[in-house]
Each structure stands twice: as structure tokens, then as C-alpha cells.
């Protein structure tokens, strides 16, 4: 990164993107982004949660993949593929972001540990206030980008309150009408499915995929979540850790789904003045976005495939399997729970 400038290419599509354009998909976007998140919150049982943050080994483990792992492994893919200054600082952003918003769902439909995934969400991002400029500023002095980025912080903040607020609200509710809220993260997972075809449809009609397409980002940017997915959840199942199952899933989707808009925010500030940079780096928040898309989908239909295999397989008839079955579903521990105190 000697230049942010060197391997920055002049795309002339980009002259007529208004990269602040939209404001009103943007507001529909927050508010079904609110609705989503009230759905997870309406998942976690504040028991849970209350005991991850009072024994946060899994917490810790997740955060420390977080924070170290992801911008390790980003920086190791940029030296490997050798990718242009501007392109690699994209990749570097990508890598320090904190989690994202869908990690949220993509645990709960993979039966993990909802409250784990709510409280390293909620933590990445308020730490993200100071390990994105802590992390770039390393970035910078290891490659001597002569480039100041402009950290986005209220975009940061922005995005902590999003996930904060409504969260908050869904675990109030919950704690208020256990039986209502049972409903609401299976309305919430189906929005945010929903959600996810909307925005591959949006990049395909405004951002146009064939140019995100190309170049030579596609590989090493696609890799990054799935390296830290897969190595998340190899560390999360050291033994001597002792992590349930359950809790090294959400530790793995935390760490591979990041919150790609956090860069692309970045660069905004920094380079939004400077069409040939940011259209060379612009690509790799992009790519990584529709990378985890996919990598999310493919998880959820392998899981529900597999699931279902097992389910007929095995066979369940009495009410102790079907207790059992439940107790190895996080998402339907609370149900159970319920039962046994009416009882």
C-alpha cells in the first residue's frame, strides 16, 4: 500500500451512481432492519444471556476471533493474492468490521446460541469504535499508505443502535409475554430471507454484477468468510474450552459475518471524491456481501437437509424423544422451559 492510488483503475459506469442516492429504500431498509432485529431479541432468554456475560468463555473465544482472527486472516489473503493498495485497504476494512446484522438469524436457524450471537453482535460493535481506526492505523504503518481514512463513526454508532435498541425491546418482550414472543423470530427469520433476495436483486440492478465480477477479488475476497467460519469454529472446539454445541456455531457465524456497509462507509468518507479509487475498491464490499449471502444459504439448506435426515432416521415417537429433539434445538430450549414451570 506504498500509494492508495497505484492499481486504481478509472471505471466510467460509477460516473453515474450516486452513491448517496436512495435515501427512502435506505429508511425501509432500517425499519425492516428493526423488525428483524426485534424478532432475534424476541428469541434469547435473558437467563441465557445474563449467563453468557457472567461465565463469557464462549463470549471471550468469539470476541478474540473476532477482533484478531478475521483482520489476520484478511491481512494474510491480501499478501497471498497481492492485491492492489486500494483493493487491499477494502479488504482490510472488511476484515476489522464487526459482526453483522444477519449473523443474528443465520444462528438462529441454525439452531445456535441466540443469546451468545446477540452479546458478541452487541459487544463487536461497540468495540469496533476502537478497533477499526486501531487496526487500520497498524494496517497503515506495516504498508506506509500515505492515505488518511476517514473512520466513519457515526455510521458505527448507527449501527450499534440498530442492533441494540430493538434487541433490547425483543428480550423486554419476551421477558413480558413469553407466549407471544415464541411467534415473532420465525416471522423475523422469514423477513430477513426475504430481505437477503431483495439485496442480491438491488446489486444486480443498480450496482450491476458482472462488473463487481471482475478483476482478480473474487477469490481471495469470497475466501475470507469462509476461513473464518471454519476457523472460528475449530478454535471454538478445543476441548479443554469446553463449548457446547450450540455456542461454537454462533461463534462461527459471528466471526465469518461481517458488516461489509461499515467499510463501505469508510470508503465513502475517505475516497467518494475520487471515483478511480473508490470504484477500484468499492468491488470487494460487494463481493464479500453476496459471498456470505451465499455461504449463509448454503449453510441453512445444508443444516435443514441434514436435520431432516436425521429426524427420519432416527424416528420420533415418545414424548422423551421429543423432549430430547428439543433440548438440542437452542432456539426451542425456552418452550420446554415453560412447559416444566406451568407444570
Known amino acids: 500500500m506504498d500509494n492508495i492510488t497505484n492499481g486504481a483503475t478509472n471505471n466510467s459506469m460509477f460516473d453515474d451512481v450516486d452513491i448517496n442516492s436512495m435515501p427512502y429504500f435506505k429508511v425501509a431498509m432500517t425499519v425492516i432492519l428493526f423488525a428483524i432485529m426485534f424478532g432475534m431479541g424476541c428469541a434469547v432468554d435473558y437467563l441465557k444471556l445474563k449467563e453468557n456475560l457472567r461465565r463469557p468463555v464462549g463470549l471471550i473465544v468469539g470476541l478474540l476471533c473476532q477482533i484478531i482472527l ?4 484478511a491481512y494474510v489473503i491480501i499478501k ?5 493498495p486500494a483493493q487491499a485497504m477494502a479488504l482490510a476494512l472488511i476484515g476489522v468490521s464487526p459482526g453483522g446484522h444477519n449473523s443474528n438469524v443465520i444462528t438462529y436457524l441454525l439452531n445456535g446460541d441466540i443469546s451468545l450471537s446477540v452479546a458478541m453482535t452487541t459487544c463487536s460493535n461497540i468495540l469496533a469504535l476502537a478497533t477499526v481506526p486501531t487496526w487500520m492505523l497498524i494496517y497503515a504503518t506495516i504498508e506506509n499508505m500515505d492515505e488518511d481514512l476517514i473512520i466513519d463513526y457515526g ?3 448507527i449501527t450499534l443502535l440498530t442492533i441494540a435498541i430493538p434487541i433490547g425491546a425483543g428480550v423486554y418482550f419476551r421477558y413480558k409475554f413469553p407466549k407471544r414472543a415464541d411467534v415473532v423470530p420465525k416471522i423475523a427469520a422469514g423477513i430477513a430471507l426475504v430481505l437477503l433476495i431483495i439485496v442480491i436483486a438491488v446489486m444486480i440492478v443498480v450496482v450491476k454484477i458482472p462488473f463487481v465480477f471482475s478483476g482478480n477479488t473474487i477469490l481471495p475476497t469470497a475466501l475470507l468468510p469462509v476461513i473464518g467460519v471454519a476457523m472460528a469454529y475449530a478454535i471454538s472446539w478445543i476441548p479443554v474450552l469446553n463449548i457446547p454445541q450450540g455456542s461454537r456455531t454462533a461463534i ?4 465469518g459475518i461481517q458488516n461489509p456497509g461499515v467499510a463501505n462507509s469508510v470508503l465513502i468518507l475517505s475516497f467518494g471524491h475520487k471515483l478511480e479509487i473508490y470504484s477500484n475498491a468499492v468491488t470487494l464490499p460487494l463481493i464479500y456481501n453476496i459471498a456470505q449471502t451465499v455461504m449463509m444459504f448454503l449453510l441453512i439448506v445444508g443444516y435443514r437437509v441434514w436435520l431432516c435426515a436425521k429426524k427420519d432416521r432416527r424416528g420420533i415417537s415418545s414424548p422423551e424423544e421429543k423432549n430430547d429433539s428439543i433440548k438440542d434445538d437452542p432456539a426451542k430450549t425456552d418452550l420446554l422451559d415453560d412447559k416444566n414451570l406451568n407444570a
Do not use: Y
Not at 478475521?70 to 486472516?73: E, I, Q, S
Not at 497471498?80 to 492492489?84: D, E, H, K, S
Not at 462461527?252 to 466471526?255: C, D, M, P, Q
Open 70 to 73: 478475521m483482520p489476520v486472516a
Open 80 to 84: 497471498i493474492f497481492a492485491l492492489t
Open 155 to 157: 455510521s458505527l454508532a
Open 252 to 255: 462461527a457465524i459471528e466471526t
